[in-house]
C-alpha cells in the first residue's frame, strides 16, 4: 500500500509540471463540499460523497468532506476557504446552490481546481461570474432525456394516472418534469391510452406533513405513481403511496433501495424505475482528467447521450426498472437508440407550461403545493 501510495503521489509531482491548477505545490488531495443535505441523503450528496471517495481510495489520493453549518452562500464559501486553508487542491461541489460560493471563491484561488456538477453557466454569471476561469469545470445534465424515458416507461407499463411532484422550480427539476410529460405523452398516442397527469411543485427540496396530505389526496383521486423529483421530497410520495400499494419514480440515482427502506418494505416493488445521471460517471472523469494532466476547466457541458448501450449514458433508467413484456429491455435499447440518433426529440424549453407539451395527454398543472 506504501509503494502504490508512494507512486501515486510521485504521479501528482509529475503531473504538477503539467497541470498547475491542480498542483501548484505537487500536492493532489480532493475534498468535496456537501450542498442542501449531507453524505446519507442517499441521493445528490451520497453519490457524489461516495464516487470521490471510491475513486481516491483506488488511486492513493487523499480525500475528505466539509459539510457547510448552514444552507448559505457565506457557509459554503467558508466551507470552500477552509478546505483549501487545509491543503486540498480539488474542491468538488454538487448542486447548483454552489453558483454564488464559486463566483466568490474561483478567481482569488487559480491554483486550485473547481469541479462543479448540475451548476449551470446561467447559474454562474447570474452570481456575478463574468467569464469562466480554466481551473472551473462545471456538468450539467440533460434530465428532460431521462425525464422523458422514464415517462414512456411509465405508460408503457400500463400506468395511466401519473403525478409528477417537483422540489423547487429550478430549471434542472423542470427540465425533469417536462421530459416526463414529453414522454407520457408518446407512449400514450403509441398505445391510443387515455392518460392523465397532476403537476405540481413542492417549493422545497424536503417532504413534510403538509406535502403529504396532498400526495394522499393524488393517490386517494386514483394517482397510481408519482414521480417524485427534488432531494428528500421523495418521502412525502413514499409515506402516501404505502398507505395505498400505490407507486413512485425515483431521481437522479437508483432509489429503489432507498424508497424500500424508507418505506420499510418487503422489497423495491415500490419504485417501478428512476431517472438517473451520470453523477458518479463525471466525478470519475474529471477526477481521472486532473490526475493524468489532461484536465479542461472554463467551460461548462451538457451531458446526454453517448452511446446506444443505455448504461453508458449520462442520463438513463435505474438497472431496478420493472421491465415486462410490456416495456423490456429491447424497448428501452431501443427507445435510447431512436433518441440518440435525433429521431425522438425532447424539448428542453422551460419557459412553455408543462401542459404546452402534450398532445394527448391531460395535464392538470396545480403549480406550487405551498
Known sequence: MKKILSIALALCMIFALAAPTAFAEGECKVAMITDYGDITD?????????????????????????????????DRISMIE?????????????????APAIAATVEDYDDVTFIAL?????????????????????????E???GYMAGYAAVKLGYTKLGFLGGMAVPAVVRYGYGF????????????????????????????????????????????????CGGGIYTS???????????????????????QNYAEAEDTSMTI????????????????????????GGKVENLGLVSEIPEENYVQLAGS??????????????????????EIVVSNDITVNAADLATVVTVNDLGNLK
Open 321 to 342: 426498472t420493472q421491465f415486462s413484456d410490456a416495456f423490456s429491455v429491447e424497448d428501452y435499447t431501443a427507445l435510447v437508440g431512436a433518441m440518440l440518433k435525433g
Open 181 to 228: 410529460v414529453q414522454g407520457a405523452d408518446a407512449a400514450a398516442a403509441e398505445l391510443s391510452a387515455d392518460v392523465s397527469i397532476k403537476y405540481a411543485y413542492g417549493n422545497q427540496f424536503y417532504g413534510d406533513a403538509d406535502i403529504t396530505a396532498a400526495m394522499d389526496t393524488w393517490y386517494a383521486d386514483g394517482t397510481e405513481v408519482v414521480f417524485a
Open 118 to 142: 448540475d451548476v449551470s453557466e446561467f447559474d454562474l454569471t447570474s452570481a456575478g461570474l463574468e467569464e469562466l476561469p480554466d481551473n472551473l469545470y462545471s456538468a450539467v445534465y440533460q
Open 273 to 296: 424505475t428512476s431517472a438517473m445521471k451520470g453523477l458518479a460517471a463525471t466525478v470519475n472523469t474529471e477526477l481521472a482528467a486532473v490526475l493524468d494532466g489532461s484536465f479542461e
Open 144 to 146: 428532460e432525456l431521462c
Open 42 to 74: 442517499q441521493s445528490f450528496n451520497q453519490t457524489t460523497y461516495e464516487a470521490c471517495k471510491a475513486f481516491c481510495e483506488a488511486n492513493g489520493v487523499d480525500f475528505t468532506y466539509y459539510k457547510p453549518a448552514s444552507d448559505s452562500d457565506e
Open 82 to 98: 477552509k478546505a483549501i486553508d487545509d491543503g486540498f487542491t480539488v474542491i468538488v461541489m454538487p448542486g447548483f446552490a454552489f
Open 237 to 259: 410520495a413514499v409515506d402516501a403511496a404505502k398507505k395505498v400499494d400505490g407507486k413512485v419514480i425515483g431521481v437522479d440515482v437508483d432509489q429503489a433501495g432507498v424508497i
